[in-house]
């Protein structure tokens, strides 16, 4: 669903001290793409129909050819509520084979299958020189998107994956809010989605992030330190409100030389981002991170040859990163509109004019 809403930066936030990059997204690194694919169908049930679907895929491409030239990767875990395949073979092996695909939970599968196949036919030494295990990490889209359907096809990961390869061409900005995966999604009361935001450290080197954003509740939102949640006006009596638990996945993107060990600690640092944002890390909730550095890319079985960003010179890109996160889901927020889904339930969008009123009167 594409939208006209403002982001963070247009209504005059700005989040931490480091400048963004060009188009303030995950973009700005050198070769990156991002790319969506929504499925939106209101039919009947089976079998006259397929149901309401409010789902999607997004793809975040690190750019070349991921199996040839796989990217040093590490991740971190706030809390286990979810799932991402090939993060476990990311933390062994500290690299990751292919782009990075985000769906809803009950996707996941159908996502992993097209994945594969597609991956396969542009690269015939998959599955005959190694095996691949893709990166698909999920968020639960079912307050608005009927999980009992196999919604997502073949199709919609393919049409993703083509404009992830385009957007790295092109360099434009990715679409935000209720897009791609983020279409069902809610996030502290209100419409989530997809947010991206980008940081430029003092070395020149850029960091990326794009959230997929749908956890926490109303009352805790907070933007650039005003409690933006308590202090706008309640739903109204008798309207269901999203649960305050169902994950975030963040993507964390890089062209610095950083070892898988460092980027284990840039991901960690996501966590701190969103708990600016009012995350608490609910029971059922899924806080995943993935930080991938394409600085020390290296052909398949050999070592890179310069020398990794280690110790204290991190220190900025771990500020790149909580920043970058904190602006990122405030933008999957401010960008998303209100969505209706399955048996009417809402997710309402951010009431923009609101908040800017609050946080002038706050100062900001």
């Not at 933006?228 to 996945?249: D, E, K, N, W, Y």
């Not at 840039?266 to 009012?278: F, I, K, N, S, Y």
Request: net charge negative.
């Amino acid at each position: 669903m594409l939208t006209d809403r403002p982001r963070a930066a247009e209504l005059g936030i700005r989040i931490g001290r480091l400048p963004s990059g060009p188009t303030g997204s995950i973009v700005d690194v050198p070769g990156v793409g991002v790319g969506h694919a929504a499925v939106w169908r209101d039919e009947a049930d089976p079998p006259a129909g397929r149901g309401v679907a409010r789902t999607g895929v997004t793809v975040i491409d690190p750019g070349g050819n991921c199996f040839r030239e796989p990217v040093p990767a590490g991740g971190a875990v706030l809390n286990g509520a979810g799932e991402c395949t090939g993060f476990l073979a990311a933390a062994e092996w500290g690299l990751v084979e292919a782009p990075i695909f985000l769906t809803s939970t009950m996707q996941l599968g159908r996502v992993f299958d097209a994945a594969c196949e597609l991956l396969i036919e542009e690269e015939p030494a998959i599955g005959v020189e190694d095996v691949i295990i893709p990166v698909v990490a999920e968020c639960d889209d079912s307050f608005l998107n009927d999980a009992r359907r196999m919604q997502v096809e073949r199709a919609d990961v393919a049409a993703a994956l083509a404009q992830a390869r385009a957007s790295a061409r092109s360099g434009a900005a990715p679409d935000e809010g209720a897009v791609g995966a983020g279409t069902g999604m809610s996030c502290l009361g209100f419409k989530g989605g997809i947010g991206t935001a980008s940081r430029v450290v003092p070395s020149g080197h850029t960091v990326g992030v794009l959230t997929l954003t749908n956890f926490g509740e109303r009352e805790r939102l907070t933007v650039d330190g005003v409690p933006v949640g308590r202090l706008l006006p309640p739903l109204p009596p008798g309207v269901p409100a999203a649960p305050p638990a169902g994950s975030c996945i963040v993507i964390v993107l890089t062209d610095a030389p950083i070892d898988p060990a460092g980027c284990a600690r840039l991901a960690r640092r996501a966590g701190l981002g969103l708990a600016r944002t009012g995350s608490t890390a609910h029971h059922a909730s899924g806080e995943i991170f993935l930080a991938l550095a394409t600085g020390l890319r290296a052909p398949r079985g050999t070592s890179p040859g310069a020398a990794p960003v280690q110790g204290r010179d991190l220190d900025p890109y771990f500020a790149a990163v909580v920043e970058a996160t904190e602006e990122s889901v405030l933008n999957s927020v401010l960008r998303a509109r209100t969505v209706v889904g399955r048996h009417g339930n809402t997710s309402y969008g951010l009431p923009v004019d609101e908040v800017a009123a609050l946080l002038r009167a706050h100062g900001r």
